[in-house]
């Protein structure tokens, strides 16, 4: 019933900036917390940044500072703006959605993941 679809992932250079997004779509009422996480080859998929409804934030400790993380509760979008981005940034990033067909009816969902790449 939703779909979670990210895009602006891409080869970016350290030190630049890159913005994802990720749109929800399908049969949706509200949606609670976004929030993205990534996954590096080898390692464990890692909360990156979340957000609540109304817009409360919390960050990984290696990104503070440089990632952003926002929302359009009209576009029903979560973005996350990437700024002075590190190679140990690289990784697929995935957006996860509390999304909710009624009020007590919620389902945590993902979407398919967007690779950025940072080389050395």
């Known amino acids: 019933q939703v779909q979670l679809v990210e895009s602006g992932g891409g080869l970016v250079q350290a030190g630049g900036s890159l913005r994802l997004s990720c749109v929800a779509s399908?049969?949706?009422?509200?949606?609670?917390?976004m929030g993205w996480y990534r996954q590096a080859p080898g390692k464990q998929r890692e909360l990156v940044a979340r957000i609540s409804s109304i817009s409360s934030t919390n960050y990984a400790d290696s990104v503070m500072g440089r990632f952003t993380i926002s929302r359009d509760n009209a576009k029903n979008t979560v973005y996350l703006q990437m700024n002075s981005p590190k190679p140990e940034d690289t990784a697929g990033y995935y957006c996860n959605a509390d999304s909710c067909l009624k009020s007590y009816w919620c389902n945590d969902v993902w979407g398919q993941g967007t690779q950025v790449t940072v080389p050395s």
């Open positions: 399908g049969t949706i009422s509200s949606i609670n917390d």
